[in-house]
């Protein structure tokens, strides 16, 4: 599996922007998938997860109640419905691939492949 994000960009503050993610391969849906950023000189973080059938999720506090993380396995793409978005959600957006026996992982070590990331820039 090879993992292709798109949809970032330049969004003043309290705007909306969708990311998505389209994997490669075969067998997306044997993934939990996740979202991680970073920011410049900040270490990674962990954003929002979702299990394999979409049932589970899991987000940063920091992004709750803003973000919304859905998939679609027919199209074998992730998506982060990015709100209400704040200056300091600027960072590059990596979406993530794991093949575990957790439904949904919030620490990036569980995830197994990694997409090259997609920037997302507020301005305030």
């Known amino acids: 599996v090879q993992l292709q994000a798109s949809g970032g960009g330049l969004v003043q503050a309290g705007g909306s922007l969708r990311v998505s993610c389209t994997a490669s391969?075969?067998?997306?849906?044997?993934?939990?998938m996740g979202w991680f950023r970073q920011a410049p000189g900040k270490e990674r973080e962990f954003v929002a997860a979702i299990n394999w059938s979409g049932i589970i999720t899991y987000y940063a506090d920091s992004v709750k109640g803003r973000f919304t993380i859905s998939r679609d396995n027919a199209k074998s793409t992730v998506f982060l419905q990015m709100n209400s978005l704040k200056p300091e959600d600027t960072a590059v957006y990596y979406c993530?691939?794991?093949?575990?026996?957790?439904?949904?992982?919030?620490?990036?070590?569980?995830?197994?492949?990694w997409g090259r990331g997609t920037q997302v820039t507020v301005s305030s």
């Open positions: 391969g075969r067998n997306f849906r044997n993934y939990a």
């Open positions: 993530a691939a794991s093949y575990t026996v957790l439904p949904a992982p919030r620490v990036g070590d569980e995830y197994d492949i």
